[in-house]
């Protein structure tokens, strides 16, 4: 297809994103509309972030600098695509670099330490409560440690696909790589944690 | 249809009927196939347990004070003051100018301004010759009184 042709659709799919609309306001200064974006976005980043690398601090840390490089790139914005498939490339790109970086190993022992000392294993009774919360809270370790084991392509295409409910194109942008990749990683992705969470059928 | 599984065409059709985002007439057609199709039910019925399980990982919740600290970075960003702001572009500007004139004034000929420190330097090692030799020969003189008063005189 050719490249003109791309950035018409591009403009015609742009044309009712409002919060590119937003973003442009932000651009010529007008701070209530970053703090619209912020309050919109900051959950759903910080989440994503929060799973991508799965240490709360860390993932705080970069949602704040996702916001941080937003605001100072203000200037220079330009909507060639959905604000958010923006926002996520910037979010995957400091997560994805995070986790290169090994930083992850601090973290990793902190969420084992949670899950050895944390309050929840702290059985003070017996009560099915909190046998219960003590059954959803190993649940919830597999899964975590189920996400964490894929490669960090796949866990962020896992990630936006489940939670953030994008389509493969918009994660395809967000990852820069093509449609069929993003299918494939999904596909991965799904096909290992089947495997891993077979037995919470 | 086609097996999604045997055929792999329209595989991700089977991962969003799963995740119940499947709508319309693919749906439907997926929905006929599944109900014939062993492998495809099966991964069906697996997929929607990797679903559920994803759909229970609940997140912390942000902290109260993320808005501040956000919002304190950004000052810390950016210029301060409309002062600060006017005077950064011309710092590179200034310290070019302080390199031009440093330049200049260290290449310019020395001759006449201060020319005793260099005399100083080339008569040095010349007092220090002559201190030697001073010291030299008070020691001489010191020691020939003493040796005249240790010699026997005649009588």
Redesign the interface.
Known sequence: MPQWVKEDMGATSLAFDGDAELMLRVKDGDGASFALL?EKY??SV??FL??MVQD?PVA?EL??EV??RV??SRESYEPTAKFTTWLYRIATHLALNWLRDGKNERGQERLDEVTEDGPVREVADRTPTVEHQMV?RV??D???QA?AALPDKQRAA?LM???E?MD?SQIAKVLSCSESAV?SL??RA?ET??VR??H?? | MNCPIKTQEN??WL?EYS?G?LDGERASMLERHVADCPACARFV???R????????????E??AD??R??YL??DR?QPSSWLQRFWRPLVPVAALCLLIVASVVLRAPTAGLNPVPARAESVEPEQVERTLDDLQMLRELSIAPNQESKTPQPM
Do not use: C
Not at chain 2, 49 to 60: F, I, K, N, S
């Open positions: 912020l900051r959950v910080a989440h929060y799973r709360q705080e949602a704040q916001f941080l605001y100072k959803r649940k919830l597999e899964v975590r996400v896992v696909h489940k939670y409910e493969y299918k999904l596909f799904y944690l089947r969470l077979a919470m059928a | 595989r991700e991962l995740a985002r019925e697996e997929q347990v990797v679903w559920d399980a994803l759909g229970q990982w609940e997140t912390p942000l902290s993320f808005n600290r956000l970075k950004i960003a």
